[in-house]
């Protein structure tokens, strides 16, 4: 056709108006227009989603032809692909297909991307949602610039047990608490979606994976929906209220119905009374799964229980590809079925921006940029040092004088480098490890080498004691012993489970060794969950739980045993006495036969052998100075249905250090239509404070932070009288007064 003639094709007239018009077209429209267009394959093709072949978090499938497969439309995601240049190689295939749908790229960045961020477990302890919005920015900034749409993240499984190995990546035991964080993580990933700095937040594992019975990761969960809806959902449904693009299943069981295939979690509660309008993925395989379960007999029948409870998208299980086409062939599923799965899936990709440009995301020098930024390495140190809990500090040995003159640092952590970056990080291609700061490295950037002593000890496992002499002249030659030890960083994560969750190896006895010299001895613990240390509990003189601190481990370290920082974390997980005691945790109900200290045992709930406290509670952490609470006061004592009633209190600094203190505002509900804990953690402040300064707290206490799910699973506050505690821990109760709700 001579262009003449094409210049006047009245499509051609049309075409400024019709791509004008196209603008116009919202996503929903845009979502449907393709639709229509998509062969009954191409859309399943969305739902399927492969591991790239670079890493794996999962039991792997080899495929024949994986870019084959791409190139023809099967294929909507792949996770475990990272950095620009291998994200573009496979969008290029992509684009190779008939109607050029672009891939999703989806990765766990659970915390940072290459700038590796504290495990999420140690900065929950931190209680600050808006810092933990900024680490979860910055991994944003990093993995967007490294072709990531989407991240696995957040984790909001509340936890009860520390035996189960993921416990290292939630936010501890509390709802109300792990609800703000959900929503913080959410808002940090996504910023503005549709940004080329906005990921895609997840939140997983829905629902209720983290009460596996014994702790057993993948294992049975059963639970009333009391228990579910007022302990498990809330962080899920303060995920979604912030408006997180997606979720992620569980391999669970949920009360005999497998979480993939479960149409009350996914389809009654999630799309249902939620009115979620982002998409589903199964956890790895967990479709196929269902067969194990014993749910269902085989690929094809896992295919229609996930796809009929509100499965979208099928991670590495190849049921939907395999399956699929054939059921709705045979009439089993609807075809209007795929299409709310695949436009669920498309609606985020239009959202995303990848339709107007594939590669909007693969910007290597962005990349080079975002990777190299000096501001992202000051906030992790600051998150670091804000997550590390002072468990123990007597005689005030801490922090180390500057006065002292050698300091020896000894075990099998001190020189870790990677270790510090805990379970779930990312390995990004072509950064090697120079960037994270060891333990050592931090404490000869703040003291200098020349007043550093260095001896390994003994290893993280085994029974070799042979390196104790060395340990204990090393100690001998030293002013202060500062030694670091803990678990393997992938002794906890996923498929991680412990039944004994001690000190690995011969490491306490080191400890109890370097005791004997005498000399003042700080411990540094390093973990991905709380752990049982009696003796060093008992004899060390101080104890900081540094968890898995990241990239910044070493100076956040060295900010926190210098007093450069002040440490200010508090537990949002229990720490037992014993591993018999789990699942322990402070929101528990009051029993018929309460059993309210150790010292009385006869007929009430508690054990013969062992404390029904846990070592150190919930809400739990020491300062280098001290606080007062004084001056409660609530302005009525009686509130009506949609009032408020105002609480203030005056908190003062009377140590001698600057410090950041949480004040604790717990609630009982006294008497309820259903039983109630002893008490709820319903409201923090964060307050910090110079040495003599005092500061009024103030907490507004409305309906909302009474409401529970009830037998109807009506969300309600009752009348009745309420205990209102106020807490530097959940049992350090400070002050106390009640109310009455009319
Ligand atoms: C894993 C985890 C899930 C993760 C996914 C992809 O099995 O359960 O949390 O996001 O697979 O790595």
Known sequence: MNLKRLFFQPAFLFLPLFSAFSQQLTVDQKVADLLSRMTLEEKIGQMNQYNDDWIATGPVTLDADKAGQIRNGQVGSLLNCVGTARTRKWQEEALKSRLKIPLLFGQDVIHGYKTTFPIPLAESCTWDPELLKKSARVAAVEASSAGIHWTFAPMVDIARDPRWGRVMEGSGEDPYLGSLIAAARVTGFQGTLGSTDGIMACAKHFAAYGAAVGGRDYNTVDMSDYLLWNVYLPP???????GVATFMNSFNDLNGVPATGNAYLQRYILKGRWKFDGFVVSDWGSIGEMINHGSVKDGYEAALSAVT????????????????????????????????????ILKKKFELGLFDDPFRFCDPEREKKALSNPDHARLAREVAAKSIVLLKNEGEILPVPESVRKIAFIGPLVKAVKQNKGFWDVEVPGVDSSFIVSQWQGLVNRAGADRLLYAEGCKIEGTDKSGFPEALRVAEAADVVVVSIGERRDLSGEAKSR????????????????????????????????????????????????????????????????????????????????????????????????????????????????????????????????????????????????????????????????????????????????????????????????????????????????????????????????????????????????????
Not at 574 to 588: A, D, L, M, R, T
């Open 236 to 242: 899920f449904l303060a995920a979604k209220n912030a």
């Open 309 to 344: 409870a509100g499965s979208d998208m099928d991670m590495e299980s190849r049921s939907y590809k395999n399956h699929l086409a054939t059921l709705v062939k045979e009439g089993k599923v609807p075809v209007a079925l795929i299409d709310e799965a695949a436009g669920r």
């Open 499 to 742: 039944a004994n969750i001690t000190l690995p190896g011969v490491q306490t006895d080191l400890v109890l060794e370097l005791l004997k010299t005498g000399k003042p001895v700080i411990v540094l613990i390093n973990a991905g969950r709380p752990l049982v240390f009696p003796e060093l509990s008992a004899k060390a003189p101080a104890i900081l739980y540094t968890w898995w601190l990241g990239s910044e481990a070493g100076n956040a370290i060295a900010d926190v045993l210098f007093g450069t920082v002040n440490p200010s974390a508090r537990l949002t997980l229990s720490f037992p006495v014993s591993v018999g005691q789990i699942p322990i945790y402070y929101n528990y109900y009051n029993t018929g036969r309460p059993a309210t200290t150790d010292s009385n045992r006869f007929y009430n709930s508690s054990y013969l052998d062992e404390s029904i406290w846990p070592k150190y509670e919930f809400g739990y952490g020491l300062s280098y100075t001290t606080f007062a609470y004084s001056d409660l006061k609530l302005d009525r004592k009686e509130l009506d249905a949609g009032g408020k009633i105002t609480v203030t209190l005056k908190v003062t600094n009377t140590g001698k250090r600057a410090g950041t203190e949480t004040v604790q505002l717990y609630l009982r509900d006294k008497v309820a239509s259903m039983v109630r804990p002893v008490k709820e953690l319903k409201d923090f402040a964060k307050v910090t404070l110079a040495p003599g300064e005092s500061q009024t707290v103030t907490f507004l206490i409305t309906d909302e932070k009474l409401a529970f799910y009830n037998a109807r699973l009506e969300f309600a506050a009752e009348p009745g009288e309420f205990d209102l505690m106020i807490g530097a821990s959940s049992r350090d109760i400070r002050l106390k007064e009640s109310f009455t709700r009319n």
